[in-house]
């Protein structure tokens, strides 16, 4: 199928989204986001639910962003309390990108604690972007309730959302974490305070150096 200059039939290119080929797909995606179209917006949330392939949806959202945000937030706002993960997580990640504050009251304690890894993941990276001026230290609040949760790329999204938040935020509630009950918890707890400190540190060795502070029953760096 030619998808040159598709963005101007909106028939084609809703039927280059479907295509079964994900070349087809991505071109159509960039076709839709470089003529935006109201007509499309439905058409581009819809797709984004059920995409398989990341890079096109990587594609779909960059084609919601070319659009109005007074189209595009209300059904991504939508999406967030969609049944199926991926149209939430993607909501969120698009969400993210537009950068719109009004799109905050759509991140609640239940968005940033879905049981869907991928959808809490996009939920942090979200919260960390619409958080309004002054509500960090609340979101940084809500964020510690989830450390120990998932495998390290889960765990790493989380503590890149908590040091974007700043020390300001999140030390008392990362001071306080560290001597949670749960030994997944606190060492967690007490790598994020380690990339707070140095944030060139790497996740997997400030992992293993809290790893080694939980086993010794101590506190990283002689108590600091």
Known sequence: MTMTRQGGDPVRAIRGLEDGHASVRLRAALAVGSAPDPGFVDKLVERSAIEPE????????????????????????????????????QALHTLSKIGDRRAWPAITPAVLSDADDEVARSAWRAAVVLVPDGEEAALAA???????????????????????????????????????????????????????????????????????????????????
């Open 142 to 224: 809500a964020l510690v309730t989830q450390l120990g949760r998932g495998d390290r790329e889960t765990q790493l999204s989380l503590s890149r959302a908590l040091v974007a938040l700043g020390e300001a935020a999140t030390a008392v509630v990362l001071e306080e974490a560290a001597s949670a009950p749960a030994p997944s918890v606190r060492t967690h707890a007490l790598a994020t305070q380690r990339l707070l400190r140095d944030p060139d540190t790497g996740f997997e060795a400030a992992i293993e150096e809290a790893k080694r502070v939980v086993a010794l029953g101590g506190a990283p760096d002689g108590g600091r």
């Open 54 to 89: 990341f890079f096109v949806r990587d594609m779909l959202t960059w084609a919601l962003t070319r659009h109005p945000v007074s189209l595009t937030l209300p059904l991504l706002v939508r999406e967030v309390r969609s049944q199926r993960p991926q149209a939430r997580s």
